[in-house]
């Protein structure tokens, strides 16, 4: 193990940071040492697996001596900083200051340094006896060393060791750096409809788990779920049911913002779906004269697809896609706009062409870049477009072609609505049945013949709600099978294998206890005290 050089890494710190009192933690050990058992940060849980791992087999103590500290003149890593002190104060009990001044009752720093030379979500996390050390080239990259750090902290503290409880981190050195910048997950909240509050707690388990994109259905056949205010109708027609005939529901453009702004200070970008041209009627509902397919649209609560269309030759149609397009981009800061695209079995194959090639300029006239899933590959598109591959690989290789890039969502291995097996309570079979195993077992950058590393984007799983209605049900077909896809969008694949990775899985059943997941917890992964009781087996 490499000479860490504490030092001159705390002199180094002061100097960019100009936080003089944080000297009095670099000094040497002030308090009386502290026997703690060996550790090995090597064995810890940590999903995704980071890149690198040396163990230095001694413990850091977090306890009421901590401090932690962030360049006063970066905001964002300040920011960084509050968040971990909220964390760990969730976790101990203990307010941990950020950039404490006084700094008299510090003995054993946290130090957020911002570097020049990393990668946007590049950190390294240095870890030992006497502090700890997260330099990152951007907030987003201090973040996730955060969720690292996160992971290590034990589940109890030890009160053995002094008169108050102290959680000893095990020491060492972490590098790591994700696989793809993109790594999402998809809700659809327009088959069932799903609240405010749900969404937060999806979003606080991705942050955990380094997800970073969040990629909302909004709008379906079955249900509009996001207000526009220069079409009301929308969401009080619209989003008046949902499958199932329940009652439906929809996010004001408050609640939208609320999500947005949550998922930024969990640095997750959002991505806004409106499907078009296909999977709406429950627009058409609102609005008759955007419909194309010959019927007069009523409100529809089952499962069906491809059977509602817009009248692609109709100006008003694309005045309406300007004014909708135009209102959520205007609430989104993330730089995507999914226009759907798919399924749209009743548009002729002319109109469904001239359709998505008038809706992109008006995505990017916006400031977006347009994402379709993959069947929007046939029409010309501008080259920032991107097309999911979901379904056809001929698509993702005709989206290549045009130089767009692909996500690799393909529904055998990564749709999270797949049952598990014949016995799942929730689901849906017609791409396939996933085990945990199956979905954590292939290689995104290979999957799709044709396509080089560097045409994919990234991954996403998305959850189609069909089956689902409540956040237990939900959480039922995403958990554990999310945690396999974080991984295969982070780690670089020779560091995974299914027999480490489930171990690991294994461990993470206190978190998911503390957070109250409703996992499913599949034979096939040695879950350490489960909390339900195993399923049944299949063949
Ligand atoms: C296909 S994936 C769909 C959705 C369904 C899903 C169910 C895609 C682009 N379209 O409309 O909800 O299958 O698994």
Redesign the pocket.
């Known amino acids: 193990m490499k000479n860490l050089r504490w030092s001159s890494l705390c002199i180094r710190f002061l100097l960019a940071s100009g936080l003089f009192m944080a000297f009095w933690a670099c000094g040497e050990d002030r308090m009386p040492p502290i026997e703690f058992p060996e550790t090995d940060m090597a064995a810890a849980p940590l999903i995704p697996i980071p890149d690198k791992v040396v163990p230095t087999r001694d413990a850091y103590g977090l306890d009421r001596h901590t401090g932690i500290y962030a360049p006063a003149s970066n905001a964002e890593l300040v920011e960084v900083a509050s968040f971990l002190a909220d964390q760990l104060e969730a976790r101990t009990g203990l307010r941990i200051p950020v950039n404490d001044e006084n700094g008299s009752g510090i003995h054993r720093a946290i130090y957020l340094n911002a570097t020049e030379t990393q990668g946007d979500e590049e950190y390294e996390l240095y870890i030992s006896r006497d502090s700890v050390l997260i330099n990152a080239g951007s907030a987003d990259g201090a973040f996730l060393a955060v969720q690292t750090l996160r992971q290590l902290l034990p589940e109890t503290p030890n009160d053995t060791l002094a008169e108050y409880p102290i959680w000893p981190i095990p020491t060492g050195k972490i590098e790591d750096a994700p696989a793809f910048a993109f790594r999402g997950a998809m809700l ?1 909240v327009a ?1 069932h409809f799903f609240s405010v509050e749900d969404v937060k707690k999806f979003l606080d388990v991705m942050a955990y788990y380094k997800l970073n994109v969040l990629h909302l259905h909004l709008t ?1 056949d079955q249900g509009w779920r996001i207000e526009i205010k220069s079409w009301p109708k929308l969401t009080e027609v619209g989003g008046s049911t949902e499958v199932g005939g329940g009652p439906g529901g929809f996010y004001s453009q408050e609640d939208y913002k609320e999500i947005v702004a949550y998922a930024a200070s969990l640095h997750i970008t959002i991505i806004p779906e409106v499907d078009m041209p296909g ?1 709406t009627n429950a627009a058409s509902v609102a609005y008759p004269i955007l419909n194309g397919n010959g019927k007069t649209p009523k409100l529809y609560t089952g499962t069906r ?1 491809g059977f509602s269309t817009w009248d692609t030759r109709k100006d008003t149609v694309y005045q309406f896609i300007d004014d909708v397009v135009r209102e959520i981009s205007e609430m989104t800061p993330g730089p995507y706009f999914h226009i ?1 695209g ?2 749209s079995h009743v548009t002729a194959k002319d109109d469904y062409k001239y359709f998505v090639e008038r809706v992109e300029p008006i995505v990017r006239k916006y400031g977006k870049r347009m994402i379709g ?1 993959d069947e929007v590959a046939t029409p010309s598109l501008d080259s920032s477009s991107i097309a999911p591959f ?2 056809d690989q001929e698509n993702a290789q005709k989206a290549v072609a045009q130089g767009m890039k692909v996500i690799l969502s393909p ?1 055998k291995k990564a ?1 999270l ?2 049952q598990y097996d014949t016995l799942s309570k929730y689901g ?1 079979h ?2 396939a049945y996933i085990p945990v195993d199956t979905a954590y077992i292939w290689e995104p950058a290979t999957y799709t013949e044709g396509l080089e590393k560097s045409d994919i984007l990234g991954i996403e799983a ?1 959850l ?1 709600s ?1 089956t689902i209605s409540d956040i237990t049900e939900l959480e039922y077909l995403a958990f554990p099978r999310l945690l396999g896809y974080s991984e295969l969008g982070w780690s670089k694949p020779e560091r995974r294998s299914w027999e480490d990775y489930k171990d690991r899985l294994g461990r993470q059943t206190p978190y998911f206890k503390r957070m109250d997941i409703r996992y499913y917890p599949s034979a096939r992964v040695p879950w350490m005290d489960p909390e339900f009781p195993e399923p049944p087996q299949v063949e």
């Open positions: 659809d088959r379906d999977h697809v759907g798919d399924e899933w979901w379904a529904a749709y609505d797949m849906l017609w791409a998305p189609w069909e």
